[in-house]
């Protein structure tokens, strides 16, 4: 059984920076792909940013340029920059991962706001 736990979520004024993280743990041979997604109240879930286990991304348009993921595999982490921060960021955003098994984990959320 694979855990994801994140952290770094957190109250943040218009225009801030917030970095996420995520750790993976567990029963696990390796991850394969790595996502933020995020979810507010009323609205449906959706995708942030992806990354593979190569290093490859995928960012929303909505954040892009914005927001960054990363990871260090060596420590099975991901994580998400988040700068210039707008009031409709605000959510709960959710790490996933993806791997052999195959495993498809989620993480309990973290919760982030923007607001003044």
């Known amino acids: 059984q694979v855990q994801l736990v994140e952290s770094g979520g957190g109250l943040v004024q218009p225009g801030g920076s917030l970095r996420l993280s995520c750790a993976a743990s567990g029963r696990m041979l390796s991850i394969s792909d790595m996502a933020w997604y995020r979810q507010a109240p009323g609205k449906q879930r959706e995708l942030v940013a992806s990354?593979?286990?190569?290093?490859?991304?995928n960012t929303a348009d909505f954040v892009k340029g914005r927001f960054t993921i990363s990871r260090d595999n060596a420590k099975n982490t991901v994580y998400l920059q988040m700068n210039s921060l707008k009031p409709e960021d605000s959510a709960f955003y959710y790490c996933n991962a993806v791997g052999p098994g195959p495993f498809n984990a989620w993480g309990q959320g973290t919760l982030v706001t923007v607001s003044s």
């Open positions: 990354i593979t286990s190569g290093g490859r991304t």
